[in-house]
């Protein structure tokens, strides 16, 4: 049998990330999590089939975080007046290390899903913490709360404190076991590769890390040239190495299933490289501004077809919600655009939407958009509650109004791979 989804309403999406594609009074038709297509009149093959009105409701894509801590949430809203390496050792660290304890991981790992689904993310890509237990007691969380992607056990074994030191032949070691068991275990949930950084991991680790990418073909997350004082602990350690990137490629971590982290200080070879070998970039600009990191290049990126999205980098930013990283990727783009004697244009409405919806959704597969052909990741959302004037708005207005307005209150259905969640 069959499962066919049927939803009506007002569909908007960004095939392109030029505009806005919409259809008022519409269907949307999804079989066995296949997108069949967006109709007027509704098949007649279709007929039988439930379906779910909407009323004029918006229908978009589900929403993608490409770069997110999961043990963050914890202390999200805490110590964002300091700069990212004190507010690593202030608060992520000691924080962090709590994770050994199933318990108290339990509780937040369960909060932390809830906040990621009520606010409208379908996929992400999780860092958790070295700890494997609570690692995979992370990842069953997310499934049955029906939040696809990946998720990474943390590699570190240098320059952080000793609660969280792996021994490096145990990390490498505990990363292999973690992979065997995870790889295959679960349907929307994977393994990612998760060194947290390069001034925290050593040349031991990167270099295993590395050799596990190509032993079990599994996609790699981390941060990459971020902050300053992140960039002078490399540029010291690797001194004949001109950038991260090639930091990261030297031991094969740069792949077309690779997603790093910020990139606010690429130069022009680094730019290329990660161009080269198809890296996607998660841009989080809540981030980058609360820790004081920087504002990356993001017009240079997407000129020059680097793959692109977002993320909230919880709680480097404080929202999980992926339309305040569509609004601030806007408003920060500006700040560039002012800061590069208005050389760099600064992002428009549908390039900001395309990012946290099929820029990121590329990494999952085909995600983030209603093409015919796509995983129907969807989310409704009723704006009624965003103004009295809303039959004075176009569609496309609705949906503007809504990315820097909305908030969890906003999405009263989701659905993830085909299935109301
Ligand atoms: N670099 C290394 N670790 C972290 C982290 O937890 N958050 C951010 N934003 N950057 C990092
Ligand atoms: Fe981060």
Same mark, same amino acid.
């Given at each position: 049998?069959s499962?066919?989804?049927?939803?009506?309403?007002?569909i908007?999406?960004?095939?392109?990330k030029?505009?806005?594609?919409?259809?008022e009074?519409?269907?949307?038709?999804? $079989?066995?999590?296949?997108?069949?297509?967006?109709?007027k009149?509704l098949?007649?093959?279709y @007929?039988?089939?439930?379906? #779910?009105?909407y009323?004029?409701?918006?229908?978009?894509?589900?929403?993608?975080?490409?770069?997110?801590?999961?043990p963050?949430?914890?202390?999200?809203g805490?110590?964002?007046?300091?700069?990212?390496?004190?507010?690593?050792?202030?608060?992520?660290?000691p924080?962090?290390?709590?994770f050994?304890?199933?318990?108290?991981?339990?509780?937040y790992? @369960?909060?932390?899903?809830?906040?990621l689904?009520k606010?409208?993310?379908?996929?992400?890509?999780?860092?958790?913490?070295?700890?494997?237990?609570?690692t995979?007691?992370?990842?069953?969380?997310?499934?049955?709360?029906?939040?696809?992607?990946?998720v990474?056990k943390?590699?570190?074994?240098?320059?952080c404190?000793?609660?969280l030191?792996?021994?490096?032949?145990?990390?490498?070691?505990?990363?292999?076991?973690?992979l065997?068991?995870?790889k295959?275990?679960?349907s929307?949930?994977?393994?990612?590769?998760?060194?947290?950084?390069i001034?925290?991991?050593?040349?031991?680790?990167?270099k295993?890390?590395?050799e596990?990418?190509?032993?079990?073909d $599994?996609?790699?997350?981390?941060?990459i040239?971020?902050?300053?004082?992140e960039?002078?602990?490399v540029?010291?350690?690797?001194?004949?190495?001109?950038?991260?990137?090639?930091v990261?490629?030297?031991?094969?971590?740069?792949t077309?299933?690779?997603?790093?982290?910020?990139?606010?200080?690429?130069?022009? @070879?680094?730019?290329?490289?990660?161009?080269?070998?198809? $890296?996607?970039?998660?841009?989080?600009?809540?981030s980058?501004?609360?820790?004081?990191?920087?504002?990356?290049?993001?017009?240079?990126?997407?000129?020059?077809?680097? #793959?692109?999205?977002?993320?909230?980098?919880?709680?480097?930013?404080?929202?999980p919600?992926?339309?305040?990283?569509?609004?601030e990727?806007? &408003?920060?783009?500006?700040?560039?655009?002012?800061?590069?004697?208005?050389?760099?244009?600064f992002l428009?409405?549908?390039?900001?939407?395309y990012?946290?919806?099929?820029?990121?959704?590329?990494?999952?597969? #085909?995600?983030?958009?209603?093409?015919t052909? &796509?995983?129907?990741d969807?989310?409704?959302?009723?704006?009624?509650?965003?103004?009295?004037i809303l039959?004075?708005?176009s569609?496309?207005?609705?949906?503007?109004?809504?990315i820097?307005?909305?908030?969890?209150r906003?999405i009263v259905?989701?659905? $993830?791979?085909g299935?109301?969640?």
């Amino acid at each position: 049998m069959s499962d066919t989804v049927i939803l009506k309403g007002t569909i908007i999406h960004t095939p392109t990330k030029d505009q806005f594609e919409y259809y008022e009074n519409s269907y949307l038709v999804a $079989v066995d999590n296949v997108i069949k297509g967006i109709y007027k009149e509704l098949p007649k093959e279709y @007929e039988k089939e439930e379906v #779910k009105d909407y009323g004029d409701k918006l229908i978009m894509p589900g929403m993608c975080d490409m770069h997110v801590h999961a043990p963050q949430y914890v202390y999200r809203g805490l110590g964002l007046d300091l700069q990212l390496m004190q507010w690593l050792e202030t608060y992520a660290f000691p924080t962090e290390s709590r994770f050994s304890d199933m318990e108290y991981a339990k509780n937040y790992y @369960e909060a932390f899903a809830d906040a990621l689904a009520k606010n409208g993310t379908t996929r992400a890509v999780i860092f958790s913490t070295i700890h494997v237990p609570s690692t995979g007691l992370l990842m069953e969380i997310l499934e049955k709360k029906r939040i696809g992607g990946y998720v990474g056990k943390v590699n570190m074994d240098t320059l952080c404190p000793d609660s969280l030191r792996e021994d490096s032949e145990q990390s490498l070691k505990d990363t292999r076991e973690w992979l065997i068991e995870w790889k295959d275990k679960l349907s929307l949930v994977k393994p990612a590769i998760t060194p947290r950084f390069i001034p925290t991991c050593s040349t031991t680790v990167l270099k295993g890390l590395g050799e596990l990418v190509k032993e079990f073909d $599994v996609p790699v997350h981390s941060h990459i040239s971020e902050d300053i004082g992140e960039m002078e602990i490399v540029r010291e350690r690797y001194p004949q190495i001109d950038h991260d990137g090639a930091v990261y490629d030297q031991f094969g971590l740069l792949t077309n299933h690779t997603v790093m982290a910020h990139f606010i200080y690429p130069t022009d @070879e680094e730019l290329t490289l990660i161009k080269e070998r198809g $890296v996607t970039i998660a841009h989080c600009p809540q981030s980058n501004g609360n820790v004081a990191a920087g504002i990356p290049p993001i017009r240079k990126m997407l000129n020059m077809g680097i #793959k692109t999205g977002l993320g909230s980098d919880i709680a480097g930013g404080y929202s999980p919600c992926i339309f305040r990283a569509m609004s601030e990727a806007v &408003y920060l783009s500006k700040l560039k655009w002012l800061d590069t004697g208005k050389e760099d244009m600064f992002l428009s409405i549908p390039e900001a939407f395309y990012l946290g919806t099929k820029g990121g959704g590329q990494f999952f597969g #085909k995600v983030g958009s209603f093409e015919t052909g &796509y995983e129907l990741d969807a989310l409704v959302i009723d704006d009624s509650s965003l103004g009295t004037i809303l039959d004075e708005l176009s569609v496309i207005e609705r949906m503007e109004r809504v990315i820097h307005l909305a908030d969890d209150r906003n999405i009263v259905a989701r659905y $993830v791979a085909g299935v109301e969640a």
